[in-house]
């Protein structure tokens, strides 16, 4: 048995010395220790030595092992280091060159929000920005929707205190507006909004544009003339628009608003789910309970409200399937956009 440890020995040795790389350390390590090794398999002899002879043919076991664990450990960091080494040589960067010119450029959701906001501002409405943090009462309360109303379902909330929370909608700047500005009112108001939400068209925090037409003698065609517009310029010019009855708390009737697939213009294809009709945003004529509430005369003005969110208009404009894409900053996916 000493002889096969000695040759186990020689052998290990020889192998570790012609091994020229990382890889090939690797293969003899499973050559020598593996499960069906040289000294795994001459180990399992040791059973059948005299018991007096155990403790001198172990100890020779030992110290072979130990030995040959050994060179090959050295041998790893030698090639490890080398390969290191190699590394840093092919990766380094000298960072006293100029700078390569790679000019930035907008993010897709900006350039479809500044086309969207353009197009309402050629329709005369003003663009008017308000707090993320927003509280209860104008997220909520003035919006027809009381603490403990089952509408507050249809928006899974971030409280940060028990009347703060991040705003879960645009919709609080009908109600900031209409209590400080006396009509007409002809506003767009673009902004961030978070929900507890999070799936490949659901993100928890995104972006929506709200629309408040507060005036004489508004109705329903005023909005559908202005949607209509609007889709036609943001998808093409054969976009039609249809309302589907829907319900909200704030508008009056309240209408779910679809328009036609610019993709396969009405057919039926995988965007639309065959249906030829795209869901863009909901939208409603102003709730007379809300213009009292803010101080405004339902019996003299009427007003329609819509809001929709950008994330879901760029995801339609430009075939996008993952909302998460917008998000994480991808320079492949960005570029695209430029
Ligand atoms: C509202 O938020 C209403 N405030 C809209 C409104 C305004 C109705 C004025 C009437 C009058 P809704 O919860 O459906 O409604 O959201 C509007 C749009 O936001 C949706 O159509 C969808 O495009 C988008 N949206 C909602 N949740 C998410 C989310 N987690 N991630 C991305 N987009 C979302």
Same mark, same amino acid.
């Given at each position: 048995m000493i002889e096969t440890i000695e040759k186990l020995k020689a052998d290990g040795i020889a192998l570790i010395n012609d091994a020229a790389t990382l890889n090939d350390v690797n293969n003899v390590k499973v050559k020598i220790f593996g499960k069906n090794g040289d000294f795994t398999a001459a180990m399992r002899?040791? *059973? /059948?030595?005299p018991k007096e002879q155990k403790p001198e043919v172990g100890k020779a076991f030992n110290d072979v092992k130990v030995m040959l664990e050994g060179l090959i450990a050295e041998k790893e960091r030698v090639f490890a280091e080398a390969e290191k080494q190699a590394r840093i040589k092919s990766e380094y960067?000298?960072?006293?060159l100029p700078g390569k010119k790679e000019l930035g450029a907008l993010h897709p959701l900006t350039l479809v929000k500044n086309e969207i906001l353009d197009t309402f501002i050629g329709l005369g409405f003003e663009v008017k920005e308000g707090p993320e943090i927003e509280s209860d009462y104008y997220n909520f309360q003035l919006l027809n929707?009381? *603490? /403990? &109303?089952?509408?507050? /379902?249809?928006q899974d909330s971030l409280y940060i205190t028990d009347n703060f929370?991040?705003?879960? &909608?645009?919709?609080p700047m009908q109600a900031r507006t209409m209590t400080t500005q006396k009509p007409p009112i002809r506003i767009v108001v673009p902004g961030k909004v978070y929900r507890n939400d999070d799936d490949a068209t659901h993100s928890p925090m995104f972006q929506q544009v709200e629309g408040l037409v507060v005036d004489k003698h508004i109705t329903l065609c005023d909005l559908k003339g202005a949607l209509e517009v609007f889709a036609k310029r943001l998808f093409d010019e054969k976009t039609k628009v249809r309302f589907r009855p829907s319900y909200f708390p704030?508008?009056?009737?309240s209408v779910e608003v679809d328009v036609s697939c610019s993709i396969c213009h009405g057919k039926g294809c995988r965007v639309c789910k065959g249906t030829g009709w795209i869901e863009i945003l909901g939208a409603g004529i102003v709730n007379p309970a809300v213009l009292e509430a803010c101080g405004i005369n339902s019996k003299e003005y009427s007003g329609y409200a819509f809001g929709f969110g950008i994330e879901r208009i760029a995801m339609i404009k430009y075939g996008i399937? /993952?909302?998460r894409l917008f998000f994480e900053n991808d320079k492949r996916f960005l570029e695209q956009y430029k």
């Open positions: 002899g040791l *059973k /059948d030595v960067i000298d960072v006293t929707i009381p *603490k /403990d &109303h089952p509408a507050r /379902d249809m929370l991040l705003r879960t &909608h645009t919709s704030f508008t009056e009737p399937p /993952d909302i």
